[in-house]
């Protein structure tokens, strides 16, 4: 039986607190002070906490704090019957799991509780991921140890040897500037400028003069003259990003530099020479624009002299879990302390199809680290388009050569289910139009079942319909029976076989 205590110093909330859960599976402990809450923690300690934010002696902000001190995972909602944007604001910032005016709306706040206390079930299964990296990766950011990341390793190696000219592809976001920072970290090179420049970030009028610098007075605001990228990187590396994007007439001036080492500043005459390394990166597919000759032929097979193929986070699933550990420990570095995550939480972020890659992932890791209600980062905490399955069943292309990979939802078994869980009408609508619709994900349904061991498809998909439908109808059973298509007593029944607690279906 899971243990609520209640810090408050009104009788009258204390008595109606007891009548609200006289009858769940929870057992209620009451204190009067937050003094006496915080004697009581050590010895009873509780899953959750509610306490009031006015009272005499400490408040609630204050036995919130010291509450953080004695248990940094214990979930605390603090209530109020005198709600003020500040208020509100310092309790989310000291970590309170949610904050609730009074009077309560009874069956929301029994779902609060509810959702509370799964959310500590939760935290306690969690892991905090040990280091499985050498301090070295986690200085330069190239993380993984899959096969494609292992041939990407060993190219970089090559490269740093020499100073071969470099085409990184791949994807937006796969991290393909991070390992031209690789190559010339380990390069001979290393202790001279490295430079990086987006090519398509840069208007085309201004590209020329920012690469090659200009003269005084050679437009209409060169008021002096100025050197360019390739004279400040003498002897250095020069990276050029999204080179897919440059305009022909500067494509042509980087061919001469790649070829002679020389160039002139725009609207000068004056012919410099320079030794930079050139490690270019786009995530076009080059030949296509060569064959629309949107590209040089010439300059491409300049640039590509050795080409690095940094794969997509989709076909490297294994280095998911090395990817949060350091966007965890680089976050929390930052100041916002270092997080534990828990096990369904990285099953979701394995199971999703990251278009944006490893620049997403660590989005999407910032952002729970921000909303996050304790030291654990929940499912709850990712955004809701990982928790939704891939849509349309779209296949993902895997590795050159191999078949495509099949797709597993993203939302694994559980106490609860995501809010884009289909309506239970449409399970067992018999409209041709729904069942086109319910199709795509019933295959996903048995996609998922292959990859989980012991997984029973009907019970696990009935289980959560039965809970969203008591939720959407704020634990109405009637309700919820009607959604569902099924009498009230096959409801209880459902309740009852599947262990569903009480606290959802409060009428």
Same mark, same amino acid.
């Given at each position: 039986?899971?243990?609520?205590?209640?810090?408050?110093?009104?009788?009258?909330?204390?008595?109606?607190?007891?009548?609200?859960?006289?009858?769940?599976?929870?057992?209620?402990?009451? @204190?009067?002070?937050?003094?006496?809450?915080?004697?009581?923690?050590?010895?009873?300690?509780?899953?959750?906490?509610?306490?009031?934010?006015?009272?005499?002696?400490?408040?609630? %902000?204050?036995?919130?704090?010291?509450?953080?001190?004695?248990?940094?995972? %214990?979930?605390?909602?603090?209530?109020?019957?005198?709600?003020?944007?500040?208020?509100?604001?310092?309790?989310?910032?000291?970590?309170?799991?949610?904050?609730?005016?009074?009077?309560?709306?009874?069956?929301?706040?029994?779902?609060?509780?509810?959702? @509370?206390?799964?959310?500590?079930?939760?935290?306690?299964?969690?892991?905090?991921?040990?280091?499985?990296?050498?301090?070295?990766?986690?200085?330069?950011?190239?993380?993984?140890?899959?096969?494609?990341?292992?041939?990407?390793?060993?190219?970089?190696?090559?490269?740093?040897?020499?100073?071969?000219?470099?085409?990184?592809?791949?994807?937006?976001?796969?991290?393909?500037?991070?390992?031209?920072?690789?190559?010339?970290?380990?390069?001979?090179?290393?202790?001279?400028?490295?430079?990086?420049?987006?090519?398509?970030?840069?208007?085309?009028?201004?590209?020329?003069?920012?690469?090659?610098?200009?003269?005084?007075?050679?437009?209409?605001?060169?008021?002096?003259?100025?050197?360019?990228?390739?004279?400040?990187?003498?002897?250095?590396?020069?990276?050029?990003?999204?080179?897919?994007?440059?305009?022909?007439?500067?494509?042509?001036?980087?061919?001469?530099?790649?070829? =002679?080492?020389?160039?002139?500043?725009?609207?000068? =005459?004056?012919?410099?020479?320079?030794?930079?390394?050139?490690?270019?990166?786009?995530?076009?597919?080059?030949?296509?624009?060569?064959?629309?000759?949107?590209?040089?032929?010439?300059?491409?097979?300049?640039?590509?002299?050795?080409?690095?193929?940094?794969?997509?986070?989709?076909?490297?699933?294994?280095?998911?879990?090395?990817?949060?550990?350091?966007?965890?420990?680089?976050?929390?570095?930052?100041?916002?302390?270092?997080?534990?995550?828990?096990?369904?939480?990285?099953?979701?972020?394995?199971?999703?199809?990251?278009?944006?890659?490893?620049?997403?992932?660590?989005?999407?890791?910032?952002?729970a680290v921000v909303v996050s209600k304790g030291p654990a980062l929940l499912e709850g905490d990712l955004p809701g388009e990982l928790l939704q399955p891939t849509p349309a069943l779209r296949p993902i292309a895997g590795p050159a050569g191999?078949?495509? @990979?099949?797709?597993?939802?993203?939302?694994?078994?559980?106490?609860?289910?995501?809010?884009?869980?289909?309506?239970?009408?449409?399970?067992?609508?018999?409209?041709?139009?729904?069942?086109?619709d319910i199709r795509p994900l019933v295959l996903q349904l048995f996609r998922w079942a292959r990859l989980q061991r012991g997984l029973k498809v009907l019970p696990a998909v009935e289980r959560e319909l039965v809970i969203e439908a008591l939720?959407?109808?704020?634990?109405?059973?009637?309700?919820?029976?009607?959604?569902?298509?099924?009498?009230?007593?096959?409801?209880?029944?459902?309740?009852?076989?599947?262990?569903?607690?009480?606290?959802?279906?409060?009428?």
């Amino acid at each position: 039986m899971e243990k609520l205590l209640l810090i408050d110093d009104e009788v009258d909330v204390q008595y109606s607190f007891r009548r609200i859960f006289d009858a769940s599976d929870i057992e209620l402990h009451t @204190a009067s002070s937050g003094e006496e809450g915080l004697r009581l923690i050590p010895t009873l300690q509780p899953d959750l906490v509610l306490s009031d934010i006015r009272m005499a002696g400490l408040n609630g %902000l204050e036995t919130l704090r010291r509450i953080r001190q004695l248990d940094p995972q %214990l979930p605390v909602i603090l209530m109020t019957a005198y709600g003020t944007t500040q208020t509100a604001i310092e309790a989310m910032k000291l970590g309170a799991y949610d904050y609730v005016l009074k009077p309560f709306d009874v069956p929301r706040l029994k779902l609060l509780v509810a959702s @509370a206390l799964k959310a500590a079930r939760d935290t306690r299964q969690t892991v905090a991921l040990r280091p499985q990296l050498e301090q070295q990766d986690y200085d330069l950011g190239v993380i993984g140890r899959s096969a494609p990341m292992q041939e990407v390793f060993k190219l970089i190696g090559q490269l740093a040897a020499s100073d071969a000219t470099a085409l990184i592809t791949g994807e937006s976001g796969t991290g393909k500037e991070l390992v031209a920072r690789s190559i010339f970290q380990n390069s001979r090179r290393a202790k001279e400028p490295f430079m990086a420049i987006n090519c398509a970030a840069i208007p085309e009028n201004l590209l020329e003069s920012e690469l090659f610098g200009h003269e005084k007075g050679a437009f209409t605001g060169a008021t002096a003259q100025r050197p360019g990228r390739f004279e400040q990187c003498h002897r250095g590396t020069l990276f050029l990003d999204e080179i897919g994007d440059m305009p022909p007439a500067t494509q042509t001036k980087i061919l001469r530099v790649l070829q =002679n080492g020389t160039f002139e500043r725009v609207g000068g =005459n004056t012919t410099l020479k320079v030794d930079v390394r050139i490690i270019a990166a786009t995530n076009k597919p080059l030949e296509e624009a060569v064959s629309r000759k949107e590209f040089r032929e010439d300059l491409f097979y300049r640039l590509n002299v050795v080409r690095v193929h940094m794969p997509p986070l989709r076909e490297r699933r294994g280095d998911i879990r090395l990817l949060v550990d350091f966007f965890l420990r680089k976050i929390g570095g930052a100041g916002a302390g270092t997080k534990s995550i828990g096990e369904k939480t990285l099953a979701v972020l394995e199971a999703y199809h990251w278009p944006g890659n490893v620049r997403e992932l660590e989005n999407v890791l910032r952002r729970a680290v921000v909303v996050s209600k304790g030291p654990a980062l929940l499912e709850g905490d990712l955004p809701g388009e990982l928790l939704q399955p891939t849509p349309a069943l779209r296949p993902i292309a895997g590795p050159a050569g191999t078949a495509p @990979a099949p797709i597993a939802p993203s939302v694994p078994p559980g106490d609860a289910v995501a809010e884009s869980t289909p309506p239970a009408t449409e399970a067992v609508s018999t409209d041709p139009t729904l069942t086109g619709d319910i199709r795509p994900l019933v295959l996903q349904l048995f996609r998922w079942a292959r990859l989980q061991r012991g997984l029973k498809v009907l019970p696990a998909v009935e289980r959560e319909l039965v809970i969203e439908a008591l939720k959407e109808t704020q634990g109405n059973q009637v309700q919820a029976a009607k959604l569902l298509g099924i009498t009230r007593a096959t409801l209880r029944k459902r309740v009852d076989k599947f262990g569903i607690r009480r606290e959802l279906s409060v009428s």
